[in-house]
T-cell receptor, first 115, second 113 residues
Framework: AQSVTQLGSHVSVSEGALVLLRCNYS??????LFWYVQYPNQGLQLLLK??????LVKGINGFEAEFKKSETSFHLTKPSAHMSDAAEYFC?????????????FGTGTKLQVIP | DTEVTQTPKHLVMGMTNKKSLKCEQH?????MYWYKQKAKKPPELMFV???????INESVPSRFSPECPNSSLLNLHLHALQPEDSALYLC????????????FGPGTRLTVL
């Protein structure tokens, strides 16, 4: 079964500093990979996704992620943190399948941005 | 319209009550999902409907009963729930083919007394 591991349940950064949230996947073949963000008491919103078209994926709100097959990683980065980035971030994996997406989420990383 | 709506936003019910959660999308998506999310945990998949047919039931207890009346609507019927069923219930939809993002609704916060 495919899975993702997010290193660090809590990450704190200063406003303006680099954001790095780590995600490693487990799969025999490169799957589809996603990063979602969840603000308190809200649903999830897609930040970006990897579908094998390009290894460097740019998403919304200045976030990007790089797919590294050799490291089985899909880390999320943002050059400069903003207070509004404080939220829960989930890495997710989905196998190649038709008809629907069976997405498995990582355990999440809570990002705190310190003014 | 890229919105998934869920009603109600909050629901409090007793263990003997029967209630329903509703989800609606108008993006033409043919796959719809129910997730359960406990506090400080990731969403857990409960059910998947693809082309209005139940494709996945992740061994969910029968006190949860999903229904897909048409391609835009998804219901979750609740009966004889337990306090441990209290959680945020999220609905999502997507295009059915691989690699497509899921669009999530804001969720229904359920409390079982």
């Amino acid at each position: 079964a495919q899975s993702v591991t997010q290193l660090g349940s809590h990450v704190s950064v200063s406003e303006g500093a680099l954001v790095l949230l780590r995600c490693n996947y487990s799969s025999s073949v490169p799957p589809y990979l996603f990063w979602y963000v969840q603000y308190p008491n809200q649903g999830l919103q897609l930040l970006l996704k990897y579908t094998s078209a390009a290894t460097l994926v740019k998403g919304i709100n200045g976030f990007e992620a790089e797919f590294k097959k050799s490291e089985t990683s899909f880390h999320l980065t943002k050059p400069s943190a903003h207070m509004s980035d404080a939220a829960e971030y989930f890495c997710a994996v989905s196998p190649h399948s038709g008809g629907y997406q069976k997405v498995t989420f990582g355990t999440g990383t809570k990002l705190q941005v310190i003014p | 319209d890229t919105e998934v709506t869920q009603t109600p936003k909050h629901l409090v019910m007793g263990m003997t009550n029967k209630k329903s959660l509703k989800c609606e999308q108008h993006m033409g998506h043919r796959a719809m999902y129910w997730y359960k999310q406990k506090a400080k945990k990731p969403p857990e998949l409960m059910f998947v409907y693809s082309y209005e047919k139940l494709s996945i039931n992740e061994s969910v207890p029968s006190r949860f009963s999903p229904e897909c009346p048409n391609s835009s609507l998804l219901n979750l019927h609740l009966h004889a729930l337990q306090p441990e069923d209290s959680a945020l219930y999220l609905c999502a939809s997507s295009e059915p083919s691989g690699g497509n993002e899921q669009f999530f609704g804001p969720g229904t916060r359920l409390t079982v007394l």
